[in-house]
């Protein structure tokens, strides 16, 4: 293993590349060069400080806004609560924010269900079951009004409806 020439700290070498090169590098016990400055980034917008400060004076009437309207300016500390509360009211009057996301697990319209029809599913036939094991318990324990319920439908049976759901003819 020769003396290998390291690179030089590059900030256009990808992250990942220099973050291997360094791991590396501390596990053979290198010295690390230090890590290069950031570079200044430019401040698009002035700082806080220098902002004008936002009154309720500055705004326009809430009655005015519509939904292409700048919201944000209400949102200044300067700006009392209740007028940003009045002007985020007039936002949801005027916006639409009627769409519905299809992500959301309550979007779909459960209203509109196919009905099982003649299925009798092995849920069902469990429960049907334990109700004609209680009653026929408590007929041979002598207890009349539990066992008179009413009748006792077999899971096996097809019930009364068709198939679709449809009373038989």
């Not at 009437?61 to 200044?76: K, M, N, R």
């Not at 319209?109 to 109700?131: I, K, Q, S």
């Amino acid at each position: 293993m020769g003396d290998t020439a390291k690179p030089a700290p590059d900030t256009t070498e990808p992250f990942l590349q220099r973050f291997h090169r360094r791991k590396l590098a501390a596990r053979r016990g290198e010295a690390l060069p230090p890590e290069p400055a950031p570079a200044p980034v430019a401040e698009s917008e002035p700082p806080a400080a220098e902002k004008p400060l936002l009154t309720d004076a500055d705004m326009p009437p809430v009655e005015s806004l519509t939904a292409e309207s700048d919201f944000s300016g209400f949102l200044s500390a300067g700006v009392s609560e209740a007028l940003r509360r009045a002007a985020l009211r007039r936002l949801w009057q005027v916006a639409d924010v009627a769409w519905v996301d299809e992500l959301d697990i309550y979007a779909g319209d459960y209203t509109d269900f196919e009905p099982l029809g003649g299925l009798v599913t092995a849920e069902m036939r469990h429960r049907l079951a334990r109700e004609a094991a209680r009653r026929a318990e408590a007929l041979l324990d002598g207890e009349e009004e539990a066992a008179e319920a009413g009748p006792v439908v077999d899971a096996t049976e097809t019930p009364p409806d068709g198939p679709d759901g449809e009373a038989a003819a």
